[in-house]
């Protein structure tokens, strides 16, 4: 029999008084009559602790930031960037008084619908189910999806709108929350993004703190990219980058540009950056770009070999649905499991197409490589680097 235990309700009052009228804000839901929130969980830790035991949340530890192919227990994953960009986003959001739990439950969602291989997995992906579909990926996308679509989570629209609208590739020098009122705004919305290629950029996050994780997303990864760069010796060190008014250095990347941020957003309806440290921001990711993610060496390995595994798998995968193989892994590891979790078995009607993407976003690197041999034997050979190849 369930016991939830309850505080008295003297204490209760108590807290009440003594709180913030904006600790208690008014999260909005597609089903208002549950998850109401309380003084221990609030309405936004509700949406917190619901993607932190939501079932792909454990798949962020073997999802790649920017470089695959390495056995190095040392290069960030997407369990840590999350993790950073709350952290760092909560930092900011405390000191401009707004809602903190909100804050953590955009970031620790906002990547849990990306791909295995980061943004060339989700290229890949985006290509084939264009080309079957006339349909566009987007991770954002996937990651609403993921917590409102695939599994029906009832996380508030609050949430959901601050992670469709994290945009980490496009930086602004200001952001300014867009008015949005309800579920049916946000559904279009939604629904544009797989239809309107350049959606995606112009999206604008309804709360102030959507928009501290937004810029946040890229605080978290410019710097700390550039360290992992050096740990897999794609650089000799961050020197080897021009020298900004913000520092060539993750720390001091981090720090300039929350104290900007700071300094710029206290008081005011909107989050923002000065001249200088927005120009130096731009200025560090365009060298990252030229030194790191266009590097000929890991987009070599990802075109030549990854995509043709993508396209090959995609079209297995489509073929077995369609036959309604259940014996097939995409039954097995997929439809079941998320038939499982919903208690039903209406997740098996979605098109095609939507399920076969569904799949391979939520798979890791190893089991979509793993996957990949079990189903097609040695025809792709991936080779990572050992954590011993330095000794050689």
């Not at 029906?152 to 469709?164: K, P, R, W, Y």
């Amino acid at each position: 029999m369930s016991n939830y235990e309850c505080l008295s309700h003297e204490l209760e009052k108590r807290i009440m008084t003594d709180k913030k009228p904006s600790d208690f804000p008014a999260a909005i839901r597609r089903n208002m009559a549950h998850d109401k929130p309380n003084l221990w969980r609030p309405a936004y830790v509700r949406d917190v602790e619901k993607i932190m035991h939501s079932p792909y949340y454990n798949r962020y530890c073997d999802k790649t930031q920017v470089f695959s192919f390495y056995k190095n227990d040392d290069i960030s994953r997407r369990a840590l960037h999350v993790q950073l960009v709350s952290r760092i986003a909560r930092n900011i959001g405390k000191i401009l008084g707004l809602n903190t739990d909100l804050i953590e439950a955009i970031a620790l969602g906002h990547d849990i619908g990306h791909t295995p291989f980061g943004h060339a997995g989700e290229r890949f992906l985006s290509k084939l189910y264009y080309e079957n579909t006339g349909r566009y990926f987007n991770h954002n996308v996937h990651s609403v999806r993921v917590l409102d679509g695939i599994f029906n989570l009832n996380i508030s629209l609050q949430t959901l709108d601050g992670i469709l609208c994290h945009n980490g590739e496009f930086e602004c020098k200001e952001y300014r929350p867009k008015e949005l009122s309800s579920f049916d705004e946000f559904d279009k919305t939604v629904e544009k993004c797989y239809t309107d290629a350049g959606k995606t950029e112009r999206l604008v996050p309804s709360t102030l703190e959507g928009c501290v994780v937004r810029i946040c997303d890229m605080i978290a990864y410019v710097g700390k990219d550039r360290q992992d760069a050096v740990k897999t010796q794609h650089i000799e060190n961050e020197s080897v980058f021009d020298a900004t008014a913000i520092g060539n250095f993750n720390a001091m990347i981090i720090n300039n540009l929350t104290v900007n941020i700071i300094e710029n957003s206290y008081g005011h309806n909107y989050i923002k950056l000065d001249d200088t440290h927005y120009d130096a921001l731009k200025k560090i990711k365009n060298e990252n770009y030229q030194k790191i993610y266009h590097d000929d060496a890991l987009s070599n390995i990802y075109d030549n070999t990854i995509e043709p595994m993508f396209k090959k798998l995609y079209t297995y995968l489509l073929d077995r649905l369609i036959r309604r193989d259940r014996s097939s892994v995409i039954y097995k590891h997929h439809i079941d499991f998320v038939n499982s979790r919903n208690r039903n078995d209406g997740y098996e009607h979605t098109e095609p197409n939507q399920t076969v993407v569904d799949f391979i976003a939520s798979m890791t690197d190893d089991y979509f490589i793993d996957l990949c041999t079990y189903l097609f034997g040695d025809k792709y050979k991936i080779e990572y680097k050992s954590y011993f190849d330095d000794l050689d």
